[in-house]
C-alpha cells in the first residue's frame, strides 16, 4: 500500500500563486510516476500534471506555461508550482502515485481561486 498525503491548497485571488505538496509513505518503493489531477464540481476527473522516474512531465494544456511539477530526488515528494492561477483553476486537486501498475491516490486538497 502506498500512502498520499497533499498539502498547500487554499483561497486565492486570481493571479496568485500556490505550491502543492504530495508525500508518498509506505510501500514507496518502484514507484514509476506521480501526478496531479483536479475534479471540479459536476466533472470527471482530469490529469493536470504527471512526472516519470526518468523526470519526464506531461501537463494538461491550460496550465502548461503556468504550473510545474517536480519531485525530490528519493522520488517520494511531489509538488505542483502553481502560478498566475484563474477561477477555472479551483478543483479538488488530487496527488496520484503509481506503483507496480497500481494507482494509488490522496485525500484531496481544496484550491479555490476566486475575487
Known amino acids: 500500500q502506498v500512502q498520499l498525503v497533499e498539502r498547500g491548497g487554499g483561497l486565492v485571488q486570481p493571479g496568485v500563486s500556490l505550491r502543492l505538496s504530495c508525500a508518498a509513505s509506505?510501500?514507496?518503493?518502484?514507484?514509476?510516476?506521480m501526478g496531479w489531477y483536479r475534479q471540479a464540481p459536476g466533472k470527471q476527473r482530469d490529469l493536470v500534471a504527471v512526472?516519470?522516474?526518468?523526470?519526464?512531465?506531461n501537463y494538461t494544456d491550460s496550465v502548461k506555461g503556468r504550473f510545474t511539477i517536480s519531485r525530490t530526488n528519493a522520488k517520494n515528494t511531489v509538488y505542483l508550482q502553481m502560478n498566475s492561477l484563474k477561477p477555472e483553476d479551483t478543483a479538488v486537486y488530487y496527488c496520484?502515485?503509481?506503483?507496480?501498475?497500481?494507482?494509488?491516490w490522496g485525500q484531496g486538497t481544496q484550491v479555490t481561486v476566486s475575487s
Open positions: 496520484k502515485a503509481n506503483r507496480g501498475g497500481v494507482n494509488y
Open positions: 509506505g510501500m514507496i518503493s518502484r514507484i514509476y510516476a
Open positions: 512526472i516519470t522516474a526518468g523526470s519526464n512531465t
